[in-house]
């Protein structure tokens, strides 16, 4: 089977560094996603990992313990446009992937 | 330019009556993907297609049915039998261990 779990919302300030964590047990397990969704819209691609460590892209990070079924996403400099939902999503060899219910992210000034 | 293209973006189903979402893609990805959304939830799985003739069904496929005659195109049939069919749907497609781009999605209500 394949379970995800994720907080249901966090609050940052504008500017600050913020991390959203995702924790996962999945058979076969082949990758984890990070994708952001603005509401209403289709979700968008940030980040990946497929092996242990971390992942830099500019503003975001992702980072992946496979042992501890374990990854978090990074935003830095946060920005109000970074108000948004955070889906994580593992994928497994056979090409099944499993969201997560998504992070709310919500930036203050 | 390449992507993914579903259609209508608003759909409106009658009780009793089956449905046909489309999505096509031009991104010559052999991977293809069903998803249903609710308000405040996650992206829940209904089928997925690996390879052009054959799919396999995802988390929530009751109620629903597809088709992969070509690579480009994976209709997804909401059917009667689903009897809480609104939803947000997205469509996405990827190559293997490469990150999913969506469509935009269909919106579907009940009349």
């Known amino acids: 089977g394949q379970n995800i779990d994720q907080p249901t919302e966090m609050t940052a300030t504008e500017g600050a560094i913020v991390q959203i964590n995702c924790t996962y047990q999945t058979s076969g397990f082949n990758g984890l996603f990070w994708y952001q969704q603005h509401a209403g819209e289709a979700p968008t691609f940030l980040s990946y990992n497929v092996l242990d460590g971390l992942e830099e892209k500019g503003r975001f990070s992702s980072f992946l313990s496979r042992s501890k079924g374990y990854s978090y996403l990074l935003l830095k400099e946060l920005q109000m446009k970074d108000s948004a939902s955070y889906l994580c999503?593992?994928?497994?060899?056979?090409?099944?992937?499993?969201f997560g219910d998504g992070t709310t992210l919500t930036v203050k000034p | 330019d390449g992507g993914i293209t579903q259609s209508p973006k608003y759909l409106f189903r009658k009780e009793g009556q089956n449905v046909t979402l489309s999505c096509e893609q031009n991104?010559?990805?052999?991977?293809m993907y069903w998803y249903r959304q609710d308000p405040g939830q996650g992206l829940r799985l209904i089928y997925y297609?690996?390879?052009?003739?054959?799919?396999q069904k995802g988390d929530i496929a009751e109620g629903y049915s597809v088709s992969r005659e070509k690579k480009e195109s994976f209709p997804l049939t909401v059917t009667s039998a689903q009897k809480n069919p609104t939803a947000f749907y997205l469509c996405?497609?990827?190559?293997?261990?490469?990150?999913?781009?969506f469509g935009d999605g269909t919106r579907l209500s009940i009349l």
């Open positions: 297609s690996q390879i052009v003739n054959d799919f």
């Open positions: 996405a497609s990827r190559d293997l261990n490469q990150p999913q781009h």
């Open positions: 991104l010559n990805h052999d991977a």
């Open positions: 999503a593992a994928y497994t060899n056979a090409g099944k992937s499993t």
